[in-house]
T-cell receptor, first 118, second 115 residues
Framework: GAGVSQSPSNKVTEKGKDVELRCDPI?????LYWYRQRLGQGLEFLIY????????KSGLPSDRFSAERTGESVSTLTIQRTQQEDSAVYLC????????????????FGQGTRLTVV | GDSVTQMEGPVTLSEEAFLTINCTYT??????LFWYVQYPGEGLQLLLK?????DKGSNKGFEATYRKETTSFHLEKGSVQVSDSAVYFC??????????????FGSGTRLSIRP
């Protein structure tokens, strides 16, 4: 597609339920990132993929959070047993292969998924 | 580890004022530096970038120069407009297949321009 696509755009869930957030990166982008943005705050790094491998998952807040990526395409971020503090906008971004071309390493962001846990 | 520190906001200016938003970084090697902007109700988008020392990134009247000696990448604009009201994020990334390849963002600076 033309840009990074995230779904759903909005999700309201009850505390304790599991949610799955989806990200479709730009075709050909091997790097994919997940960030979390709480209301009025900055971007909190969650996990980064290079292809379908995750060299850095240091930002995942707890073992309730997991992510996977199929090849160099779709990624899903799963939050199990959601808590109210998980409420935030979850942003996905993709970029070209950082190793191959450091001149074009800017990331393109999706519109985000706004998650509200009630 | 790598980090980005940027000027705390909110910053409020009158239209046509001069803008500076300070950004300094800590990183080994030669990171690429970026400014991203988030307009109200919109997604994050790249504003400008610089990939090596002394490079100047520019876009929409904004400029930032990669200063390795002061580890800075300050954002400037000579005459701001109401439409520049947004949140601005300074960021860095280091190329290479390593755990340092994530994009590291500053905390963001909210800019409001009064007509």
């Amino acid at each position: 597609g033309a840009g990074v696509s995230q779904s759903p755009s909005n999700k309201v869930t009850e505390k304790g339920k599991d949610v799955e957030l989806r990200c479709d990166p730009i075709s050909g982008h091997t790097a994919l990132y997940w960030y979390r943005q709480r209301l009025g705050q900055g971007l909190e790094f969650l996990i980064y993929f290079q292809g379908n491998s995750a060299p850095d998952k240091s930002g995942l807040p707890s073992d309730r959070f997991s992510a996977e990526r199929t090849g160099e395409s779709v990624s899903t971020l799963t939050i199990q047993r959601t808590q109210q503090e998980d409420s935030a906008v979850y942003l996905c971004a993709s970029s070209l292969d950082l190793f191959a071309d450091r001149l074009n390493t800017e990331a393109f962001f999706g519109q985000g998924t706004r998650l509200t846990v009630v | 580890g790598d980090s980005v520190t940027q000027m705390e906001g909110p910053v409020t200016l009158s239209e046509e004022a001069f803008l500076t938003i300070n950004c300094t970084y800590t990183a080994t090697g030669y990171p690429s530096l970026f400014w991203y902007v988030q307009y109200p109700g919109e997604g994050l988008q790249l504003l400008l970038k610089a990939t090596k020392a002394d490079d100047k990134g520019s876009n929409k009247g904004f400029e930032a120069t990669y200063r390795k000696e002061t580890t800075s990448f300050h954002l400037e604009k000579g005459s701001v407009q109401v439409s520049d009201s947004a949140v601005y994020f300074c960021a860095l990334t280091r190329g290479g297949y390593s755990s340092a390849s994530k994009i590291i963002f500053g905390s963001g600076t909210r800019l409001s321009i009064r007509p």
